[in-house]
């Protein structure tokens, strides 16, 4: 697989076109800039062009319906991370993960496989003076000290979504707070949700988002039994 110079697209964002990224506010949450794709699928082509090969999809470069909603609950309501350890799991751009720096949480890590991310994580935290640490790997399989665990749009896919769902249920039988942000892709647990918040959806920016109505917060329950999507 080939590789892209990001640090220098990330440095000159300033550029015209489709093909490019901009500093822009974050349609449901103007207080955060972040650098996404003007067009992702237009950068995504460029960039597979100049690396002369195929690349994993740039999901960082946009700011995903379920992450606008996370950031958008916890600016609103900062008590949920102020001085408290947050994980930011599949952080993508980083947006969960700067909200809740924002919001005055203690430790703020954010999560992603892609290097990419990581770099784009770190370049947007440095944009909004926020204190993020950005962490590289998998971490499905293992366990957190987290106090919050944030997942924005994280069940986007089955294989994907029944892998995190494991590790959320672990997080809380852990005594983590567990908030998900989802605007239901189709894999939502039907039992264990508490709905805390719903927005409708800002103008698509990630590809997958155009037909999107409606995006909740949810808080992930121990009992998975609990009967879900009905105000708290």
């Given at each position: 697989m080939g590789v892209i110079d990001l640090e220098r697209e990330l440095r000159a964002p300033s550029?015209?076109?489709?093909?490019?990224?901009?500093?822009?506010?974050?349609?449901?949450?103007?207080?955060?800039r972040l650098y996404t794709a003007v067009d992702?699928?237009?950068?995504?082509?460029?960039?597979?062009a100049e690396a002369g090969s195929r690349l994993a999809a740039p999901y960082w470069a946009s700011a995903w319906a379920g992450g606008q909603a996370l950031a958008r609950y916890l600016l609103d309501n900062p008590e949920v991370v102020s001085g408290r350890k947050v994980l930011d799991l599949a952080s993508g751009s980083g947006l969960a993960a700067i909200a809740a720096a924002l919001a005055g949480a203690a430790r703020v890590e954010a999560n992603d496989v892609d290097p990419y991310a990581i770099t784009a994580i770190a370049h947007n935290a440095r944009a909004n003076h926020a204190?993020?640490?950005?962490?590289?790997?998998?971490?499905?399989?293992?366990?957190?000290?987290?106090?919050?665990?944030?997942?924005?749009?994280?069940?986007?896919?089955?294989?994907?979504?029944?892998?995190m769902l494991g590790?959320?249920?672990?997080?809380?039988?852990?005594?983590?707070?567990?908030?998900?942000g989802d605007p239901d892709r189709g894999h939502l647990p039907p039992h264990g949700l508490t709905r805390l918040a719903s927005y409708r959806a800002p103008s698509a920016q990630a590809f997958v988002d155009a037909e999107l109505d409606e995006i909740c917060v949810y808080r992930f329950e121990a009992d998975p039994g609990t009967r879900g999507r009905s105000g708290p």
């Amino acid at each position: 697989m080939g590789v892209i110079d990001l640090e220098r697209e990330l440095r000159a964002p300033s550029a015209e076109g489709l093909d490019r990224l901009q500093l822009t506010p974050v349609p449901l949450v103007p207080e955060i800039r972040l650098y996404t794709a003007v067009d992702s699928i237009v950068w995504w082509a460029r960039m597979e062009a100049e690396a002369g090969s195929r690349l994993a999809a740039p999901y960082w470069a946009s700011a995903w319906a379920g992450g606008q909603a996370l950031a958008r609950y916890l600016l609103d309501n900062p008590e949920v991370v102020s001085g408290r350890k947050v994980l930011d799991l599949a952080s993508g751009s980083g947006l969960a993960a700067i909200a809740a720096a924002l919001a005055g949480a203690a430790r703020v890590e954010a999560n992603d496989v892609d290097p990419y991310a990581i770099t784009a994580i770190a370049h947007n935290a440095r944009a909004n003076h926020a204190d993020v640490t950005a962490r590289l790997g998998d971490l499905l399989d293992g366990d957190t000290d987290a106090d919050v665990v944030l997942a924005g749009d994280v069940l986007y896919q089955s294989q994907v979504a029944e892998r995190m769902l494991g590790f959320l249920h672990r997080a809380v039988a852990g005594g983590a707070q567990v908030l998900l942000g989802d605007p239901d892709r189709g894999h939502l647990p039907p039992h264990g949700l508490t709905r805390l918040a719903s927005y409708r959806a800002p103008s698509a920016q990630a590809f997958v988002d155009a037909e999107l109505d409606e995006i909740c917060v949810y808080r992930f329950e121990a009992d998975p039994g609990t009967r879900g999507r009905s105000g708290p």
